[in-house]
């Protein structure tokens, strides 16, 4: 050790070493006047010239065609020339004086102009034949994806794709078969952009520009609603319908052709999901419209037919591990579109009965799936959900149309229709309980406990509308003391159920059953009525209520412990 060495505590205070304080907090960082003037003057003002030139173009081919000023192959080849010369410039610009916005500007421009042009002389002028036509808007589409592609430019495949697909409305030509072929070759080259770069809200924007030009379409420009329906398509009802397929084909991979082709596990954007579920609509909805004059037969076939491709799809993209997202997002569209399927081929309790079984039958798909915990739900939980989906679909129906809530008061018009209806509604929540349970143990509960509720108003109901009506269908205050009398052995044979089962779910539903028993008997019965019928009930209420206070003392449920069933489940045991 150093002879010389002071320890600090015994140091002379100038000699004390200095402490650091904490650092300074960062200074700001405004933009330098450099920066501003090379963001403003090389790319806002690259941005505002460009589409200030790209519409003074269009107003200058306008005026030029107004105007009568050249003869049509003047006005097609210099427009063809302008475009070219724009592409070329900004390709040289780029590849010679480095990444310039104002090259990629350039060629976003050149690319809605070739576009345009090819149109306005397929179209409009009829000076090459549509066949030469497309061959050379699907060239500019090539051309476009490779360069958008190879300078990874968002500008470029924006504004160039996007106003590729605005060409017809821009050129102010009719929406004729070649201009929507002209529309869907530029679709399948912003897919095509797509494919490679990530870029999700331009595939919203191509939809956003391309769906109402298909509705112009199909319907000529002129939709015309009557008392007998929409006007039907200005085209062939089976092209409108292989058009619409296509369309729909190109939006689907514009929505996850980066995902496909990444195969990655990464999550779904918000655009894709937009941009899948607006399509799969307009295009079912579309599609609807066009066969609103056909037989059911067809259009219900239209229906299946979209529900059957969704769910087949989204099958094959969860079993082959292509995408767990893209799978559930199209089986959750088929599954809806499957629903409106249902409700335009059955009426009444048949729709119903077939809303129900669905609901068993995915509730039984989760038990067959991969039930692994993730984030975004497994596949299992995301079927249950569907289940659930159409089993509250089929009891809003019920309560809606078969039985509603007035039925326990009233009855009901048609007893059979209201009990088959009710009946699938609670068979249903009960097959959501037994094989949701083994998804999701609290799910399943309140399905059962839907299922228990379901069955007792099945039994209420039927009460009513027998015991309770008379020839003339007026309601009798006697149907009213055999419902209370239902309700409360109902709620009784579940609590003792419960003891002997040891099952406290069974015991907590059927003293909720006792509960509004007793609030019934005490308010609606006490006043309302007769001395004959308010007797009975309260002579049944007590009579079974002593029972069940027999049964509580006899079972003496808080010396129960945990059943297997709750174990397993990671239930604690309620002891009452």
């Known amino acids: 050790m150093n002879d010389d060495y002071v320890p600090p505590a015994f140091r002379h205070s100038s000699e004390q ?45 306008r ?33 010679k004086k480095g990444r310039l916005e104002v090259a990629r500007m350039a060629v976003a421009i050149a690319l809605p102009g070739l576009y345009a042009t090819t149109v306005i002389a397929t179209q409009t002028y009829d000076l090459i034949s549509p066949v030469i036509g497309l061959e050379a808007a699907a060239l500019i589409g090539v051309v ?22 605005a060409a017809p409305i821009l050129a102010g030509t009719e929406l004729h078969g ?30 956003a520009i391309s769906a109402p030009q298909l509705i112009g379409w199909i319907w000529g420009g002129n939709i015309t609603i009557t008392e007998e329906g929409i006007s039907g398509p200005s085209e062939p009802t089976l092209l409108v319908l292989a058009v619409l397929v296509g369309f729909w084909v190109l939006y689907s991979a514009a929505a996850f052709g980066y995902e496909l082709r990444s195969r990655g596990d990464k999550k779904l954007p918000v655009s894709s999901w937009l941009l899948q579920f607006s399509s799969s609509v307009f295009i079912v909805g579309i599609g609807c419209l066009v066969l609103d004059g056909s037989s059911s037969l067809v259009l219900d076939s239209w229906l299946f037919g979209f529900a059957a491709v969704h769910l087949l799809l989204g099958g094959a993209a969860i079993r082959f591990g292509i995408h767990r997202e893209i799978g559930s997002l199209l089986i959750g569209g088929g599954i809806g579109i499957g629903s409106f399927g249902l409700a335009d081929a059955f009426s009444g309790p048949s729709l119903v009965a077939a809303w129900s079984a669905a609901s068993a039958a995915l509730a039984f798909l989760a038990t067959r799936v991969d039930r692994t915990r993730v984030p975004t739900l497994s596949d299992a939980e995301r079927l249950l959900i569907g289940s659930l989906g159409f089993l509250g679909l089929a009891i809003v129906h019920m309560l809606v149309v078969e ?32 094989w949701g349970r083994e998804v999701d143990p609290k799910v ?65 539903g059927g003293l909720a059953l006792l509960a509004v028993a007793i609030v019934k008997v005490w308010t609606y019965d006490l006043s309302e009525l007769e001395e004959l019928a308010r007797a009975l009930s309260f002579v049944a209420l007590g009579l079974l209520l002593l029972a069940g206070a027999f049964a509580y003392q006899r079972f003496k449920p808080e010396e129960e412990g945990e059943t297997a069933e709750e ?10």
């Not at 200074?27 to 003074?56: C, D, K, Q, Y």
């Not at 475009?83 to 070329?88: I, Q």
């Not at 174990?567 to 009452?576: N, T």
């Open 17 to 61: 070493p200095q402490r650091q304080g904490p650092p300074p907090p960062p200074l700001g960082n405004p933009i330098t006047r450099i920066e501003f003037e090379r963001v403003f003057g090389g790319r806002v003002l690259a941005w505002i010239g460009g589409l200030a030139t790209l519409l003074g173009v269009i107003f200058l081919m």
């Open 63 to 95: 005026s030029a065609v107004d105007s009568s000023w050249f003869t049509e192959e003047v006005r097609v080849l210099m427009a063809a020339f302008g475009s070219l010369l724009l592409l070329g410039l900004g390709v040289w610009l780029h590849e």
């Open 144 to 165: 476009g994806v490779f360069i958008a592609v190879r300078w990874q430019s968002v500008l470029v495949g924006s504004v160039g794709m996007l106003g590729a697909l």
């Open 178 to 207: 070649g201009s929507i072929a002209f529309v869907a070759l530029a679709l399948a080259a912003s897919v095509g952009v797509l494919l490679w770069q990530r870029w999700n809200w331009l595939a919203l924007g191509a939809f």
């Open 403 to 434: 039985a509603p809530p007035t039925a326990i008061a009233e009855g009901v018009d048609d007893l059979g229709s209201a009990l088959v209806a009710i009946a699938c509604c609670a068979g249903a929540a009960i097959a959501c309980w037994y």
């Open 444 to 508: 399943g509960t309140v399905a059962g406990f839907v299922g228990a509720t379901g069955f007792v108003y099945l039994g209420s109901v039927a009460i009513i509308d027998v015991i309770g009506d008379n020839s003339g269908g007026e309601a009798r205050e006697i149907g009213q003391s055999w419902m209370s009398a239902f309700w409360t052995a109902t709620g009784l044979g579940a609590v003792v159920w419960g003891m002997v089962r040891h099952s406290w779910k069974a015991r907590l």
């Open 567 to 576: 174990v397993e489940a990671g239930e604690p045991q309620v002891c009452l």
